[in-house]
């Protein structure tokens, strides 16, 4: 089975803009979960789906967003970047609680 | 207080030692991971727990769920255990990370 992927790869994106990101999971797989990772805050839960249903929410501004397709691909966007929001973005498929993890969009934020 | 904590956060080890990563935690959980990242992000997932112990190859991870506690053991390491160890609690479908161990084995 293909692992799960995410696009893009890398990004770079001035303050003000908005950005999606895209997360295809693990064939099978129905439940998608997005992480921020930042040096000074480390990995942080940002959102849950399961079944195209937001099932739960970290402590995040509502600028943060997600979304599930019917084919359990997950985009999350982030309106009116801010510089802090610059963070390597990581989704997971699970399956029975077993988190596979994609290889992450790095965000930058000029 | 962190509802993570790890220990320690920086281990350094010569080749062949036996290494013990420490993870506390301060809320009931459903299961405890622990996840290794490589330098340019991707995170792989090496053992998932709610009791007892685990082990994979040279890899054995214990958890003690009275005492809100797990460990993480390699045996025999090698310089391409260098990496970061994170330790995860899943209270309710939503994992809380601790802040990592970096992990250096020299040859």
């Known amino acids: 089975k293909a692992g799960v992927t995410q696009t893009p790869r890398y990004l770079i994106k001035t303050r003000g803009q908005q950005v999606t990101l895209s997360c295809s999971p693990i064939s099978g797989h129905r439940s998608v979960s997005w992480y921020q990772q930042t040096p000074g805050q480390g990995l942080q839960f940002l959102f849950e789906y399961f079944s195209e249903t937001q099932r739960n929410k970290g402590n995040f501004p509502g600028r943060f967003s997600g979304r599930q397709f019917s084919n359990s691909r997950s985009e999350m966007n982030v309106s009116t970047l801010e510089l802090g929001d610059s963070a390597l973005y990581l989704c997971?498929?699970?399956?029975?609680?077993?988190?596979?993890f994609g290889p992450g969009t790095r965000l930058t934020v000029l | 207080k962190n509802e993570v904590e790890q220990s320690p956060q920086n281990l350094t080890a010569q080749e062949g030692e036996f290494i013990t990563i420490n993870c506390s935690y301060s809320?009931?959980?459903?299961?405890l991971h622990w996840l290794q990242q490589h330098p340019g992000g991707g995170i792989v997932s090496l053992f998932m727990?709610?009791?007892g112990k685990k082990k994979h190859g040279r890899l054995i991870a214990t958890i003690n769920i009275q005492e809100k506690h797990s460990s993480l053991h390699i045996t025999a390491s090698h310089p391409r255990d260098s990496a970061v160890y994170i330790c995860?609690?899943?209270?309710?479908?939503?994992?809380?990370f601790g802040s990592g161990t970096q992990l250096t084995v020299l040859p």
């Open positions: 809320v009931g959980i459903s299961a």
């Open positions: 995860a609690v899943d209270p309710a479908r939503q994992l809380t």
């Open positions: 997971a498929s699970s399956s029975h609680n077993e988190q596979f």
């Open positions: 727990l709610s009791s």
